[in-house]
């Protein structure tokens, strides 16, 4: 079994407006017959998938590794070779800790123990969700789930922008799971993307767009408007989905009722 370690911040990157870093490492196989790769990172800080991210390259096919504790498989044949990259944006942090091992089962090796807990309870509980604070940029990722509550009641507009990285769009999702008052009277959000611009203003109201590049999210009231701001949710449901604390993804229905309050 290998153990990588990945830890600090992007140095040398290309040119360009997202400047983007590359570490590559090929592993040739050597056993007499075929076996079976096996690849888990138990920690991946910062923002996975976002800032940064892990791929798995064979002559057969390419994996995008994006969750912690999820093994991705691979066969590999005898003298084949696998290419491990790990990408990263300009000014980009990370902390990661993965594990690699091939044997003909899939197997881990003795001594070691599967790093892999499976047991897990859909609550609330067991989201990976990330409170951020409207005012600051943030960088988000395709398997985090973001809570976004403007907490500052004197303002009668608070703004953050949701920054989107990854090569691939994000089809996403802003959900309001607490709405009360006159929604678009008395309070609100708006959603500014390039080309539209979206408003949510409802209890339970599900706004579905894609994201390619940059969000700003608005959250404005009136100066007579007493209630608390709303809880919202943002996170996307590609095929990389928002995951539970044991690395298992979670539809956005499934989600949308975990994050709900019961009545």
């Known amino acids: 079994m290998y153990t990588l370690l990945f830890t600090g911040s992007s140095d040398i990157c290309k040119t360009g407006t997202k400047p983007k870093c590359w570490r590559n490492q090929t592993l040739m196989v050597h056993h007499t017959d075929q076996c079976e790769m096996k690849f888990n990172c138990p920690e991946l800080k910062g923002n996975v998938c976002s800032d940064y991210g892990?791929?798995?390259?064979?002559?057969?096919?390419?994996?995008d590794y994006c969750y912690e504790n999820v093994t991705q498989s691979m066969t590999l044949l005898n003298r084949s070779s696998i290419q491990l990259s790990m990408w990263s944006y300009s000014r980009s942090t990370f902390d990661i800790k993965c594990y690699l091992w091939c044997t003909p089962s899939g197997s881990v090796p003795s001594p070691y123990s599967n790093p892999v807990d499976n047991a897990t309870v859909m609550n609330i509980d067991n989201l990976q969700i990330e409170k951020v604070v409207f005012g600051n940029p943030v960088p988000v990722s395709p398997v985090k789930t973001y809570e976004l509550r403007p907490t500052n009641a004197e303002d009668n507009q608070s703004n953050i922008q949701l920054r989107w990285h990854w090569d691939q769009p994000c089809n996403a999702i802003f959900y309001c799971d607490s709405f009360v008052g006159e929604g678009c009277g008395e309070h609100g959000f708006t959603l500014s993307l390039m080309n539209q611009s979206l408003k949510a203003c409802f209890?339970?109201?599900?706004?579905?767009?894609?994201?390619?590049?940059?969000?700003?999210?608005?959250y404005w009231k009136t100066n007579y408007t007493t209630y608390p701001p709303p809880r919202c949710y943002f996170f996307c449901r590609n095929h990389l989905r928002p995951i539970l604390k044991n690395g298992s993804s979670v539809d956005y229905k499934l989600l949308m009722e975990l994050v709900s309050p019961i009545d």
Do not use: A, H, Y
């Not at 892990?54 to 994996?63: A, M």
């Not at 209890?203 to 608005?218: C, P, R």
């Open 203 to 218: 209890q339970n109201q599900v706004i579905d767009f894609l994201l390619e590049d940059n969000v700003k999210i608005t």
């Open 54 to 63: 892990l791929l798995l390259s064979s002559p057969e096919s390419v994996l």
